[in-house]
């Protein structure tokens, strides 16, 4: 089967802790991208990245790190200095490394900070 | 208001009814794209028609883009049960350096009574 994963389905954590959601694809894209869904409100970008050993901020990237050391994997840590982290998380891929091109979506983690 | 804005925000219609929802944008565009939402799921890619494209088929999606009122609109068409979903317009606009970024609108929430 060909596509994205991302796990855990539900994650909880307690405030101040740090927490990396994964994301994995084996569509053998070249660029990745971490969003963020609010209740009502599109999707936000976080970070991407083109290439491996290459990521980008996106809109809101504070309180977020990332990582790309290899093709298939993105994963993204959700730090403590992030002020309201509870949030649905979208990884997507894209063939191309310009971001014209329609993207594929993983399932989604659903982050519960207490 | 954001750069992708659908319009309305919720349509409810019966089973075999037309849906039509409707995207504006404010700045200039690679291309539009189109994707729907399950609840509490990722998203999925419908149809992408490109800025000197004016419509696109694909089965039952009629997409239209109009570049100088800066609107597309999304046609469903003999609509059923399983098209209950979430419908997200993102435009693809220049980020800069040599790359795009999708930047999403708020969705349409489309509820189809059996």
């Known amino acids: 089967d060909g596509g994205i994963t991302q796990s855990p389905k539900y994650l909880f954590r307690k405030e101040g802790q740090n927490v990396t959601l994964s994301c994995e694809q084996n569509?053998?894209?070249?660029?990745m991208y971490w969003y963020r869904q609010d209740p009502g409100q599109g999707l936000r970008l976080i970070y991407y990245?083109?290439?491996?050993?290459?990521?980008q901020k996106g809109d809101i990237a504070e309180g977020y790190s990332v990582s790309r050391e290899k093709k298939e994997s993105f994963p993204l840590t959700v730090t403590s200095a992030q002020k309201n982290p509870t949030a649905f998380y979208l990884c997507?891929?894209?063939?191309?490394?310009?971001?014209?091109?329609?993207?594929?979506f993983g399932p989604g983690t659903r982050l519960t900070v207490t | 208001s954001q750069q992708g804005e659908e319009d309305p925000q919720a349509l409810s219609i019966q089973e075999g009814e037309n849906a039509t929802m409707n995207c504006s944008y404010k700045?200039?565009?690679?291309?539009l794209q189109w994707y729907r939402q399950n609840s509490g799921r990722g998203l999925v890619h419908l149809i992408l028609?490109?800025?000197?494209?004016r419509e696109k088929h694909s089965g039952r999606l009629r997409v239209t883009l109009d570049t100088s009122k800066k609107s597309s609109s999304l046609l469903i068409t003999a609509s059923r049960a399983a098209d209950t979903a979430s419908y997200f317009c993102?435009?693809?606009?220049?980020?800069?350096?040599?790359?795009?970024?999708?930047?999403f609108g708020t969705g349409t929430l489309l509820a189809v009574q059996p």
């Open positions: 997507a891929s894209s063939p191309g490394t310009y971001a014209v091109n329609e993207q594929y």
């Open positions: 569509l053998n894209h070249d660029a």
């Open positions: 990245s083109q290439i491996v050993n290459d990521f």
């Open positions: 700045t200039s565009i690679n291309n």
């Open positions: 028609i490109r800025s000197n494209e």
């Open positions: 993102a435009t693809a606009v220049f980020y800069g350096g040599a790359t795009n970024k999708l930047i």
